[in-house]
């Protein structure tokens, strides 16, 4: 199923992210920002706090509009005006910090959501799809619980299957597990490390520097809204070239 | 578009009934001034009551509540004013309207003051009285300010619809803004007057109702 | 006992009550069909009213908050005499029936656009993004997302502003509209008695309380929590 719908697209990037700027009003959080995501990649974003992670994340699906640089997925130009983003978002999955879930409907009302109104799915189909990927993140006996009476890292894994169930080509999760108490991060980085194994592509803004040294393709150090450093997990962590990767990373360890 | 200038905002005709309006503005402002403090201090009274600890107090305050929120205020007003004098008692149109207001008014204030008390947490008062202050002092220092804080936005509005209330009178014929207004479109046969009047609402409720907006914004 | 006999014969006089009770309920039904139309029409525009200004336009939220403000900020009854006396005058004519509906639908959109826009803005900004990257338009996410939250947050206060307006019905009674009041007064005229205008309270009161009751229940209800 997972596999089914990464794209076979091996040479070439699946994102493309080129020279990406945002300006809010005076400042500028992002400087022309590269990010190259090739398909199946796990790539890790970090970097101090107000680095710019989220806003670059958020302006990969258009959540934020990018005031320069260039988008795409998959070959497909996502800043295109004849490009339907709504359409494309579908296929850029995202799982939020503060999980986001909707408190008014139920597990396999905030999966389903979007299956019926932007996928057009009948309800039976859709509820089986959903249940099918609550299974994946252990979460299926769930489906009839409001989020109010979950953990947060059942919140957090429901918030995976939501995306996860629109078949998306690849998921951005903006520190996915920050908002967890530390007992229960586990679960969710499981889910993750499954979904890697899996094949999915996905980009993950986080502080989890162990997760990131055994499960990280690459890992890419953001700081001031520009790129420092980009390198294999290996690289950065054994070997990172610049003086402020390293004085970061040291930082986060203690 | 001239027609409409002409019956609306016909300046001439405002500034012929202007006398007569203004006695009608101070008549209005008379009234709030006596009325919504009575209806505060009535909402206070209302509130005590129905927060007491003893169910005798209690359950017949919240019954004569819901009785009066459900009762609309004019009819109240007519009820005193048309019905008490077949018993062949006179009652002023003046004090038919202060009864029905201060039945109204204590009835939702006192609404407001209860969910603004209930708003603060027990532990204040169990801090205040660890401190050897009486049931008196803790209410007056403690508890009530704070539930007044808690509930402002609803007070300020329900001052509001109290200003808003006065303009009843003029169906018993109190000559208060509304009702002088109403008496200077029928000898004018012109609706400026009425427009002038609602500007004069506006003017004095306008800036209340953004504070509210504000304040209920704030307080999210 | 002399007082108390005229009392009850001033004030509930089942003679007076049997002979105008028809009239008076007549009165009852138009309270009702009127209370219907003004709810109906005044919720739904608030609605649209406050849906319209998440959309950020300023060329219409200007004149959305203007109305608001206006209608919140003028006595109903000032609405009333100045639709009901002003209009005629250049030419439109409108039955004292419409002339209430509309202007109390005004009033109640305007307090109801105010509460739905504080449930909306009140809806942390999160589930906004969650909807959109799941692909959702600006109108899926507001219908299906964000009203239902914001719907569940006014539901409240909107039944305590609804019952107040409502209440205001009652004016219709000076513009010569015949809901229970107006037949009160003039079963009152004709009978030199007072009982009919008991019998119109008695009747305001079995159409309000219940909405009282139930408004209560939904704030405690609201209040344990729960979905
Ligand atoms: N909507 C906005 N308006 C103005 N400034 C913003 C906005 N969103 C983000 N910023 C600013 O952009 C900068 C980068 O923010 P961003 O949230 O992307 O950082 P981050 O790397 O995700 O940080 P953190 O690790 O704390 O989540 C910050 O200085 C922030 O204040
Ligand atoms: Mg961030």
Redesign the pocket.
């Known amino acids: 199923m997972l596999m089914s719908s990464s794209p076979v697209a091996s040479q070439g990037f699946l994102l493309e992210a080129l020279q990406i700027r945002k300006t809010?009003?005076q400042?500028e959080?992002l400087k022309g920002v590269d990010l190259q995501v090739k398909a199946g990649e796990l790539v890790f974003l970090i970097?101090?706090?107000?680095?710019?992670?989220?806003?670059?994340l958020r302006c990969c699906n258009r959540l934020e509009e990018p005031t320069g640089g260039t988008l795409k997925l998959n070959g497909t130009d996502l800043l295109a005006r004849s490009t339907d983003i709504n359409e494309m978002r579908r296929k850029i999955g995202m799982v939020f910090q503060s999980f986001n879930l909707y408190p008014h409907l139920t597990v396999i009302g905030n999966v389903t959501l979007a299956l019926r109104k932007v996928m057009k799915m009948p309800k039976a189909e859709a509820d089986a799809r959903a249940i099918e990927n609550l299974k994946l993140v252990g979460m299926a006996e769930k489906a009839l619980s409001y989020p109010s009476q979950l953990s947060g890292g059942q919140q957090q894994r429901v918030g995976i299957a939501r995306s996860l169930a629109l078949n998306p080509m690849m998921i951005l999760m903006?520190?996915p597990t920050s908002a967890l108490d530390p007992e229960l991060v586990d679960s969710v980085l499981e889910v993750i490390k499954s979904l890697r194994d899996r094949g999915m592509t996905m980009v993950i803004?986080s502080h989890e520097m162990n997760f990131a040294r055994n499960a990280a393709d690459r890992v890419v150090f953001?700081e001031n809204g520009l790129v420092v450093e980009s390198g294999t997990a290996e690289q950065i962590f054994t070997n990172a070239q610049h003086e402020r990767t390293r004085q970061f990373l040291r930082q986060v360890r203690h | 578009m001239d027609m409409l200038i002409q019956e609306f905002f016909n300046f001439q005709v405002m500034a012929r009934v202007w006398p007569m309006i203004l006695a009608g503005l101070i008549q209005t402002a008379l009234l709030c001034a006596v009325l919504i403090p009575i209806g505060i201090a009535g909402g206070i009274g209302t509130m005590l009551l129905a927060t007491s600890s003893h169910r005798a107090l209690r359950w017949p305050t919240i019954l004569a509540i819901d009785f009066f929120r459900s009762f609309p205020p004019l009819v109240l007003i007519i009820f005193v004013y048309a019905g008490i004098p077949f018993l062949g008692l006179q009652v002023p149109a003046l004090a038919a309207i202060s009864v029905a207001f201060f039945l109204n008014a204590s009835a939702y204030f006192g609404e407001i003051f209860r969910a603004g008390m209930k708003s603060v947490p027990k532990g204040q008062v169990e801090a205040a009285r660890s401190t050897g202050m009486t049931a008196g002092q803790t209410f007056l220092y403690v508890t009530f300010p704070q539930a007044v804080r808690n509930v402002l936005p609803d007070l300020l509005s329900n001052t509001i619809e109290l200003v808003k209330l006065t303009t009843l009178a003029s169906v018993v014929s109190v000559p208060e803004l509304l009702h002088s207004a109403d008496l200077a479109r029928s000898l004018t046969y012109n609706s400026s007057p009425l427009i002038l009047a609602a500007g004069i609402y506006l003017l004095v409720l306008w800036p209340l109702v953004r504070i509210i907006s504000r304040l209920e914004h704030r307080l999210r | 006992m002399e007082t108390w006999n005229r009392f009850v014969f001033t004030f509930f006089n089942a003679d007076i009550a049997w002979r105008y009770w028809p009239t008076i309920v007549e009165g009852l039904w138009v309270t009702i069909a009127a209370g219907l139309l003004v709810v109906v029409t005044g919720v739904t525009c608030g609605m649209l009213l406050a849906s319209l200004r998440t959309l950020g336009i300023r060329a219409l939220n200007i004149p959305i908050i203007l109305f608001v403000d206006i209608f919140r900020a003028l006595p109903p009854l000032a609405i009333i005499l100045v639709i009901f006396f002003g209009l005629p005058n250049v030419g439109i004519v409108l039955p004292s029936l419409v002339v209430l509906w509309t202007s109390l639908g005004a009033v109640l959109a305007a307090f109801s656009e105010e509460v739905f826009w504080a449930g909306i803005t009140s809806v942390p900004p999160g589930q906004w993004m969650a909807s959109r990257s799941t692909g959702m338009t600006f109108g899926q996410t507001l219908f299906h997302v964000i009203l239902p939250q914001a719907v569940k947050l006014a539901i409240p206060p909107l039944t305590n502003r609804t019952i107040s307006i409502t209440k205001n019905l009652a004016l219709g009674s000076a513009i010569g509209v015949n809901e229970i009041l107006g037949q009160a007064n003039s079963a009152l005229s004709m009978s030199s008695n007072a009982t009919p205008l008991t019998m119109g309270a008695f009747l305001y009161v079995l159409v309000f309380a219940p909405l009282i009751l139930a408004s209560r229940m939904l704030e405690r209800r609201y209040q344990w929590g729960g979905h």
């Open positions: 809010f009003g400042t959080v970097g101090p706090s107000g680095s710019g992670k989220s806003t670059l903006d520190e803004a953001l």
